[in-house]
């Protein structure tokens, strides 16, 4: 005989009232530690994303920044256009140890409407993409054959998804050109693999859109430069200069709103749970008022009684923060389902990083969570007169 | 005799209710020895049952003094009394009050588990088997009759090897014959153990089965009278 077993047998008195307060305790840590693993899944992706796209600055035309950095992260430039004549202009800068420019456009295609609600994304570029993007390999085949040529090379992802190989040819819709595929990408894990490159000046002459580029990507030799370069090209007409450091900041910005309002949805959840944990057990105590009365008559001491109360509550939520936790690894993909519809730009990888820490950090709250409980109702108890008690009772 | 188990003096017990004092208990003088068998009676709300309480020392006192193994308890601090009642005091009452969710063997467990006493599996089963239980030491109080469940309360009282016992009616829901089996566990456990045995029944045929008769009316001892019976 011992306590465990006393508030074991008593909470199995009540089946059903237990498992709903478990349930309780066990949809709000299941929140707690998604949101957690959320925080730090995000973050982590976003970064493995910018440090994948090989450039620290880009520039681009003005335009709505917060726009420019998400257009950026999905393709590399904001569908606004500058003049080639600024790469020109920027290309001889000696602080700069790469560059390079692009030119993104989308097309609509009406066969590829199951993903990304059919837009494909093409890709001008230059030779000089490559020195950028080191770790962007070539699968099958390789660069393009010549400045100007009707060649394309693809993204590990839209190959796979198009069933293309090297030497197949690739429709662009609405622009009536046909283009042969020359080399397939190895899968980098960015938003790269799901892109349809070709020469930068087959891409002008295709979209229509002669000396025009939509970014450049630049990497300095020396990063503590960057603000002094970025202060130089302030005064260029129709220019906007955005760090990766900076578009990190505005997406943590952008998600941390909906962060502050799913965290306030958790506490009100802990709250709840903390609420129907107090009042399961008072309800309990109430009942067992009589009990309780004899179990004083016969040498339970206040201490006693407490603890038994106490330990009653703190299981409640240790069964509800196990169950949480199972819940929260089980349904991970499904919240990263759901936060890929709300989210203004979501990273590849996982979104959702349940860590063996977050687990020991939710099941430590789940303890303190019964400890803050069951002070209330196994005070209550302990404070019964047994003589009043037991007469309650009877 | 040296020494009582208990004895009281004056001992009286004030309710307030409203603007009104109700002495439960008024004044009542109470020599109990060891080995005594007693019975309180008396009408409902005689004090039998208040009485009870504060000599079990589960109530205060509002005046007058208790002695309970020649330890004044009368100002006793809660605390005290917890220690008092542990190991020294066995209840019993009319309604049973076992714990719901524990076995006939975990509600005699209970109270050396609160009183930190590790016992053999042994010894619990030999104790109800005492009560004749010993063939349902696995059963839950809704799986017994009142009569069974009257025996488990016996055998909890029992576990701690208490210097006395008390029970309040604990044959008022029984019929006839359960009640003289559950009145005969008594009368045993004080004929072969000495164990001091203070009972409340409305019971007149049981009453006179003790060695002393005590009748409560409104508060106050009313007669005392030794039984030839026993």
């Not at chain 1, 606004?80 to 020109?88: F, I, Q, S, W």
């Not at chain 1, 949805?265 to 309780?292: D, P, Y």
Request: aromatic share 8%.
């Amino acid at each position: 005989m011992n306590t465990f077993a006393i508030a074991l047998k008593n909470l199995a008195r009540k089946k059903v009232r237990t498992l709903l307060t478990i349930s309780g305790v066990a949809i709000a840590i299941a929140v707690l530690v998604s949101l957690w693993g959320f925080d730090a899944g995000y973050q982590k992706s976003l970064e493995s994303d910018i440090d994948k796209m090989g450039y620290q600055l880009l520039v681009t035309a003005k335009g709505c920044p917060y726009e420019a950095a998400t257009l950026m992260l999905k393709g590399g430039g904001g569908l606004l256009y500058m003049p080639e004549g600024v790469y020109d202009k920027i290309v001889k800068d000696p602080r700069i140890d790469r560059i390079t420019p692009q030119l993104v456009a989308t097309a609509y295609d009406p066969q590829k409407e199951s993903s990304d609600s059919g837009i494909a994304l093409y890709m001008g570029i230059h030779e000089s993409y490559l020195a950028l993007k080191p770790w962007s390999k070539f699968k099958f085949g390789g660069w393009f054959s010549g400045e100007d040529a009707d060649e394309v090379i693809i993204g590990y992802e839209a190959a796979e998804f198009e069933q293309r190989a090297v030497g197949d040819k690739v429709f662009i819709p609405g622009k009536d050109k046909v283009l042969t595929v020359v080399g397939i990408f190895e899968r980098t894990g960015t938003q790269d693999d799901g892109i349809i490159f070709m020469p930068l000046k087959t891409a002008q002459r295709i979209f229509d859109l002669p000396g025009k580029l939509t970014g450049i990507g630049i990497k300095l030799k020396d990063m503590r430069e960057l603000s002094k370069f970025e202060e130089d090209l302030y005064y260029e007409p129709g220019i906007q200069i955005i760090s990766m450091a900076q578009v990190r900041g505005t997406i943590l910005n952008l998600v941390s709103s909906a962060k502050a309002m799913t965290n306030s949805v958790a506490m009100i959840a802990i709250i709840v749970a903390v609420i129907g944990v107090v009042n399961t057990i008072l309800m309990s105590v109430f009942e067992r008022t009589s009990e309780i009365g004899v179990m004083k008559a016969i040498g339970a001491s206040r201490a006693d009684i407490f603890r038994i109360i106490w330990t009653e509550t703190t299981l409640i939520c240790v069964f509800g923060g196990i169950i949480g936790n199972i819940l929260a690894i089980l349904g991970g993909n499904m919240v990263e389902y759901a936060l890929k519809q709300v989210l203004p730009y979501t990273p590849k990888g996982h979104l959702v990083i349940i860590t063996p820490e977050v687990l020991v950090l939710s099941s430590v709250g789940a303890i303190v969570m019964g400890l803050i409980a069951g002070v209330y109702p196994a005070f209550r108890a302990a404070s019964l007169k047994p003589v009043e008690a037991i007469r309650k009772g009877e | 005799m040296a020494g009582h188990v208990i004895k009281a003096e004056k001992l009286t017990k004030v309710y307030r209710r409203g603007s009104e004092d109700v002495y439960a208990i008024n004044g009542i003088n109470l020599e109990i020895d060891k080995g005594d068998f007693i019975a309180l009676m008396g009408p409902s709300g005689s004090g039998k049952t208040t009485l009870l309480d504060i000599i079990g020392c589960l109530d205060s006192v509002s005046s007058g003094t208790l002695e309970v193994f020649g330890r004044d308890v009368s100002r006793a601090r809660e605390k005290d009394l917890v220690a008092l009642r542990r190991g020294n005091i066995g209840f019993i009452f009319q309604e049973f009050l076992l714990i719901p969710s524990l076995t006939a063997l975990e509600n005699v467990a209970l109270p050396l588990y609160f009183a930190r006493l590790r016992k053999e599996k042994k010894f619990l089963t030999e104790i109800l088997k005492k009560v004749g239980l010993g063939h349902r030491i696995n059963h839950l109080p809704k799986e017994m009759s009142g009569g069974e469940r009257q025996r488990v309360a016996i055998a909890r009282a029992l576990a701690i090897s208490p210097k006395f016992l008390i029970a309040d009616e604990p044959t008022g829901n029984l019929d006839t014959r359960s009640s003289q089996e559950i009145f005969d566990i008594f009368r045993k456990v004080n004929a072969e153990e000495g164990l001091t045995v203070i009972l409340a029944t409305h019971n007149p045929k049981l009453g006179s089965q003790t060695s002393r008769i005590i009748y409560l009316k409104d508060g106050k001892t009313v007669l005392r009278e030794e039984s030839g019976l026993y």
